[in-house]
């Protein structure tokens, strides 16, 4: 059996790798721009100088200046440059909008590797005077170096040595900088002071056929994020900075108490259904639940849950029972231990009676249909015939057996009970998994995105696992052999 | 001979629709499937704002026909989809009645052609007509009464209901409730809640075909490729299905609709459809895997019939239960993933979706804008599911009566 869970638990490293390879080139390769408010502020050309910046750091921060997947930038041509700085500069005033802010945000993003290739074009841009000023622009731009993790909440003293030195340089790099409209007197001395900047740093520049063996695997977006990945680091969130894992950790708790109940209630409810509806097969009492199972399972979510708003909450028209929303009510800090008991009960009743019906429904479904599988085979017959009670042939006998597809419907519930319900978590204002993941979805959080599908997607590959493994454990038939 | 008249033939599928029609509710069932699709092509005549034909001083104009295609009446492209079907249907139906008849082709075979024809007809006279239907957006009801006003002799024949989906109806505050002239009121900005019912009906019918068509293709033909060939094909298949399980199918949907810009139905449709490909897959593949060692199929290969013809012809026919009863679910699970979608706002903006409909309803508190969308939900998804269950059962061979 140990060696079935390690071969399984094995496979499951490639599965997962490749999962996340596929959702991160979907959320990468999608159309728009991460970091919702920050990028879209930042989008327009006309954006002040500093919001550009700040939307730069965010890039180099999150690794979205790099490439996705392969990194060729090491051997970036002066054409590819100089088309770009054309584009940007716009002397004909024929270039589109658009093209002209995705050359921008390219020579942003070609960065460091581009310096080889501005210097040269600036020694041959000599004389015409608006074009040398972009270029002049670029360079000053793409030379600072960023500071190393600068979200990071600790830095070791290394890396902050380090990042004091980037710092140092910036400060000199900065004192090149000319006005756009400068001579092109100045422009030269501007010029001159760059070309002595390169020949000091040439070496920086020259790759060996390691290093861009180097660059070309590991300067990527789903390199970094990997290398993070493996350390169980999801990156930290776009929008407040904050650590992904964190964040979803401490909305746990609101899903939990949700789903855990409403699993639990959806199996109370369900398993004595669907073995009496079973025992009484074709009676009244079986069709009507089969009905009433049917619509229930038919009822979407989010109908009910706002049909029970408008009814029974304080919001609605007609029975003012229950809150329209939320966890726990604004005041729960001074109460005692046993009013906020009270108080969340009170408001999640209506989330948890719509989280339990769906479920219900299909788990006696399943219950009913399990038990009829048994309820005619020999072993029952036998267990009647040897004058057993109805109740110990129906309950020890016939049930066992029954119940197996049941129990290992456990393991696939089990993304849905860490993973909390959307849209009921919409509708209520649960501050759980659920609505973390709608807010990411709405914000354009991609770390925060990709941290809660890897994690739902490692929940599945678990949750499969588990019923695999529960199916062996109460039915003695299948063995791991 | 004699022996032989005494048994019929009887086809697979005969049994099983013999065995449907004893069940009275799913019988039912899927006769309003066929009405919901009716009054799903048929709406305009139901609710629009164009008269069929009106006269001014005993002028005739019919602009209803015209109007069917105007783009800026009707936003959806499946609008112009349905219009075609409804300006179409009447004569190829007399067509084929015809073809019936006279010719007496009535195969199976020429109706699959037949419906295939219908389906290329409609998307090709909606696409022409995108580029050629240019007319701005005629207020006929107001061109009328000021006509009626100036003491024109006027008449008019209007469809049932005189609302578009998109109009708004600006008297009275809105969201008004129900009323003689909005039966089921209007939502927060004005428009007849009943008429973007009805027209909601083709996108929730469209989304659940279109969808289920999708990635009952997608399934088939990588189960059938993994079912068939096995060996290293199967293990890769295999591979590629057990890692798309593992998605969070809902979620990524959502995640991918709020990406697109401008989202429209059909990137909707593709979305689940690309999604939800593993189900039919790992069912097609089991089937073949369990057909291929029959006799039928070493037969067809003994005899030397090519490998897409085995697989499509002779083995894919004996497999389609199954498929038939996942898809009918599958429609079911697709529409109810649409409207979780509008209901997030995460659908098409401008599409007349039930899902949409309700989250103005949530969001505005009033009865008549929940109750009316969630309903039709329900009615739509239960009626596929329960439709699904009838086929289900009448193809289990240990219900048979």
């Not at chain 1, 830095?155 to 790099?173: A, G, H, P, R, Y």
């Not at chain 1, 399990?370 to 042939?393: C, H, N, P, Q």
């Not at chain 2, 086809?11 to 509710?25: A, L, P």
């Amino acid at each position: 059996m140990w060696t079935y869970i390690t071969k399984r638990i094995l496979w499951m490293i490639p599965t997962f790798f490749a999962i996340s390879l596929i959702i991160f080139l979907i959320l990468n390769l999608a159309p728009g721009k991460p970091g919702g408010t920050l990028a879209s502020g930042a989008e327009g050309q006309e954006a002040s100088g500093s919001s550009r910046e700040s939307y730069r750091v965010f890039k180099s921060q999150f690794n979205l200046d790099k490439p996705v997947l392969f990194n060729t930038r090491y051997a970036l041509s002066d054409e590819q440059v100089e088309k770009c700085l054309n584009n940007y500069a716009n002397e004909s005033g024929k270039v589109p909008m658009k093209e002209v802010i995705k050359s921008q945000e390219l020579l942003e993003d070609y960065g460091q590797y581009s310096i080889p290739s501005l210097i040269r074009i600036l020694k041959k841009s000599e004389g015409n005077q608006k074009f040398r000023a972009v270029v002049l622009e670029t360079l000053l731009q793409n030379a600072q170096r960023y500071p190393i993790n600068a979200y990071a909440e600790h830095l070791d003293e290394k890396t902050k040595q380090i990042n004091n030195e980037i710092d140092s340089e910036n400060e000199k790099i900065r004192t090149f900088a000319c006005a756009k409209d400068a001579s092109p007197q100045e422009q030269e001395k501007a010029a001159k002071k760059w070309y002595a900047w390169y020949k000091e740093h040439e070496d920086r520049f020259k790759y060996s056929f390691g290093q861009k063996i180097g660059i070309f695997f590991t300067d990527t977006r789903f390199f970094k994020y990997w290398a993070s990945l493996i350390r169980f680091d999801f990156g930290v969130s776009h929008i407040d900075k904050k650590p992904v894992m964190g964040k979803i950790l401490s909305k746990l708790q609101y899903s939990l108490c949700l789903s855990v109940p409403a699993v639990i209630f959806a199996y109370i409810i369900s398993v004595p259904l669907g073995v009496f509806s079973a025992v009484k097969q074709n009676s009244k009492f079986d069709r009507i639940c089969a009905v009433i199972l049917f619509m229930l399972y038919s009822l979407p979510s989010f109908f009910v849950a706002t049909i029970l708003l408008y009814f029974f909450s304080q919001g609605g028209d007609f029975l003012k029972i229950f809150p329209t929303g939320g966890f726990q009510s604004p005041s729960v800090d001074s109460l005692t231990t046993w009013e906020k008991t009270k108080d969340i009960i009170w408001h999640i009743i209506l989330p948890l009676i719509c989280m339990t019906y769906g479920s219900f429904a299909s788990l006696s479904r399943y219950a009913r249909t399990g038990m009829l599988d048994v309820i005619r085979s020999d072993y029952v017959r036998t267990a009647r015939a040897k004058g057993l009670s109805e109740f110990v042939v129906v309950v020890k006998h016939a049930m066992r057996n029954g119940m197996i597809p049941i129990i290992t419907l456990l393991g696939t519930l089990l993304p849905v009970i860490i993973g909390g319900s959307v849209i009921i978590e919409y509708i209520f204002g649960i501050p759980g998994m659920g609505q973390l993941s709608i807010t990411s979805i709405y914000n354009r959080d991609y770390n925060m995105i990709m941290g809660i599908q890897l994690i739902s997607a490692i929940l599945v590959l678990i949750g499969i696992l588990i019923s695999d493994l529960l199916y062996a454990l109460v039915d003695p038939r299948i063995s791991f052999k | 001979m004699e022996e032989e008249k005494k048994y019929k033939k009887v086809s697979y599928w005969s049994v099983v629709w013999s065995q449907f029609k004893k069940n009275k509710i799913a019988l039912w069932g899927l006769g309003a499937i066929v009405l919901l699709l009716l009054q799903a092509i048929y709406s305009p005549f139901l609710s629009l704002d164009v008269p069929i034909v009106y006269s001014i001083d005993g002028k005739m104009h019919c602009p209803f026909l015209l109007e069917l295609f105007n783009k800026n009446r009707f936003e959806n492209t499946v609008d112009i989809l349905f219009n075609a079907v409804m300006v179409v249907s009447p004569l190829l139906v007399a067509l084929w009645f015809v073809c019936k008849k006279i010719f007496s082709i009535s195969t199976n075979k020429t109706f699959v052609i037949f419906i295939a024809f219908v389906i290329l007809v409609c998307f090709a006279a909606s696409i022409v007509s995108e580029k050629l239907v240019k007319i701005g957006n005629r207020k006929y009801k107001e061109e009328i009464a000021i006509a009626k006003s100036e003491g024109k002799k006027v008449s008019a024949i209007f469809p049932l209901m005189k609302w578009s989906y998109k109009e708004t109806d600006l008297e009275g505050s809105n969201p008004q409730a129900p009323s003689a002239k909005h039966l089921l009121g209007t939502d927060s900005t004005g428009r007849d809640v009943l008429t973007r019912m009805l027209y909601g009906t083709r996108i929730s019918m469209t989304i659940g075909v279109v969808a289920v068509s999708i990635y009952m293709l997608i399934g088939i033909v990588l189960g059938a490729l993994a079912g068939y060939f096995g060996g290293a094909i199967d293990i890769w298949i295999s591979r590629l299905i057990e890692v798309v399980i593992c998605f969070p199918t809902f979620f990524l949907i959502l995640t991918l609709a709020a990406f697109i810009e401008k989202r429209t139905v059909f990137h909707v449709m593709i979305l689940i459809g690309v999604v939800s490909w593993t189900g039919v897959a790992r069912l097609v593949r089991g089937e073949f895997l369990r057909q291929r060692g029959m006799d039928y199929v070493q037969a067809a290969i003994a005899l030397g019939i090519s490998r897409a013809k085995i697989i499509f012809t002779h083995i894919l026919p004996n497999a389609m239960g199954p498929i038939l009863v996942s898809a009918t679910f599958g429609i079911a699970s697709a529409i109810l993933t649409e409207s979780s979608l509008s209901f997030l706002g995460l659908g098409d903006p401008t599409a007349p979706s039930w899902g949409g409909i309700l989250n103005i309803g949530r969001q505005q508190g009033k009865l008549w804008l929940i109750l009316a969308p969630g309903f039709a939900i329900f009615f739509v998804v239960s009626v596929f599911n329960l439709v699904g269950e009838a086929i289900r059962d009448a193809m289990d061979p240990r219900l048979r009566q």
